[in-house]
DNA sequence: CGTTTCGTTGAAGTTATTCAAGCCGGGTGG
DNA sequence: CCACCCGGCTTGAATAACTTCAACGAAACG
């Protein structure tokens, strides 16, 4: 009798991906597809809070996001967190591990995520037969820079109101291109404490702060989450325009 | 009688790059070599002051540096300035130009420098026929970020004094490691506007966060620029390690 | 020898943090 | 069912950190 193995949740072909089809990605070749189908080595879930990722670590694994929300953090010896930046689906995770010997920062899921797992054997080769998806890491990277850069302009030059303006309208845009194909509720899956932990500001100011937001009727708060009201408001508010990027490429 | 050109500022072949020696830059092969020097175009002296790069510019040259200082920054409407990183010797400029339609950042000439200019047509071949190079492109690439979390950090969440101590023994480190084959001075060229607006602080509480630094003798101001004096009290001070890097590419 | 750039300082005012509660909804165990 | 607890949000008050304003000195520059 054959022994039932435990139920292995659905692995989606990279060829069906459900994350192609949007706008904001950019076609792939069948060759590139390909290619990354064979890279990839598993699907794996995250629960809320759980590290996905860990500062330190050697030879971390190196992923997709496929759907859900996550955060890059680093903390200090006495316990202050920075959130630097949202992981959403489509983006990549670890690959400083891939470069660099060891993870500077951690990773944590804010909302049950799933994973595609690539190998990281494998990371070489992408580099030599395939440069126009090598290409499109230097490509990534880069994204992150500039959403690394816009952060600290953020944190260091805008106002308490100004900054979470800023970073609502930013997750609101990402979350658009990313996750709506049409608009459910556009709401973000953060705690005021992960919004503190990116602005820089203690939790009671950011609460304060959110309070004005919420009083000119920009966003609503939620159960453990923000719902944007008017983006376009937001946006006036941080004195900023979301960037119009083209058709993105994803791992 | 022949014109007499303008002095053309001898130009030093890669191969002869006074930079490679050093040991905190990874050895090239040959073939490596060979394609950089093909791959550069001109040799750019820059003025202190003067702009390498602008913010919303299109197509810009793709450079490396090879000596001085200078510095990328975001400037809000209203002129609030955000330094984001210093670019030292083996540093690119404008790598995100060639992914990217428009630069996000300006660049700006801290000290006199001078630039090897490449040839952004042949950025594509090199992902092409270089994977060795390509990799160090996203190697560059991350290790950007990287820097961008640990400042986002730094302003986000350490106080004026450790922000202060942080920055000056990062740049010591930076320049330590860049530069300085045997220690000469180690001495920064900023004025303290350029640390205020790099810590995200005001210009005089900026200069009464480096009196207590001086005070501690940990360093000393200068005419435009600070003498490191006690590099192992400003780490304690900040609470920070340089991290060890193994040798580095730099195109 | 006036002008500009950079550093310095005191004082007043604003912004943000810390401390200390309290509220509300959901979940758990008695 | 209710009591209790816990995580997340809210609020007021005291304190500390930081900014702004205003001014001056000193070196560098043309």
Redesign the interface.
Known sequence: MAISKPAVPPRIPCQQCPLRPRPSFRDFTDDELDFVASFKVAETPAEPGMAIMVEGERNPSLYTVMSGWGF?Y?I??DG???I?NYVLPGDMIG??GN???EM??SVEALTRMTLCTFERERF?QL??SQ??L??D???I??????M??????S????SAYERAAYLLAFLDARAQAAIASHTELRQLPLTQQHVA????LSLVHTNKTLRKLMDQGLVRWLDRGCEIIDAAGLYRAA?WRP?K??ARPFI
Chains 1, 2 share one sequence.
Do not use: N, Y
């Open positions: 890059r680093k200090l010896e202050r967190r920075q630097l690959l400083q470069v660099m010997k500077q920062h070489p580099f030599r440069p126009t090598a290409f890491i230097t490509w990277a880069a994204r992150e820079e500039s690394l850069d816009e952060h600290l302009l944190v260091g030059r805008r932990d990116t602005l820089g004195e960037p990027e083209g």
